[in-house]
């Protein structure tokens, strides 16, 4: 199983962003996924999951303005990241967990799979 994530670098406050998490090994169909991310001397937060029946849950700080969502086609989970803000800054990582019925997972722990991270900074 691998998780690829990609799309971060470096913008400005208000721009937008796209990650991507190329998932390969797995039936993507029968999983959940998560974004989490993860700022220097923080613990590693939720940002935005996905359930294998495309429920969506959103952390407060990012509701309306990230979109998570995936195509079983290509095989990639993305985070569509707009109006973004410097304490939007971190690195980043897709995560996922076999779930077949559809079931939420919000903690890290909770995730068997994970990506390497991309880094994402936002200057305000």
Known sequence: VQLQASGGGL???GESLRLSCAIS???MAYYAFGWFRQAPEKVR????SITSYDNVV??????GRFTISRDLARNIVY???NNLEPEDTAVYYCAADRQPWGSE????DEYEYWGQGTQ???SS
């Open 25 to 27: 090994g797995i039936n």
């Open 120 to 122: 994402v900074t936002v």
């Open 58 to 63: 959103y952390a407060e700080s990012v509701k």
């Open 105 to 108: 997972v919000a903690r890290v």
């Open 11 to 13: 913008v400005q406050s």
């Open 79 to 81: 985070l569509q990241m």
């Open 45 to 48: 937060e939720g940002v935005a």
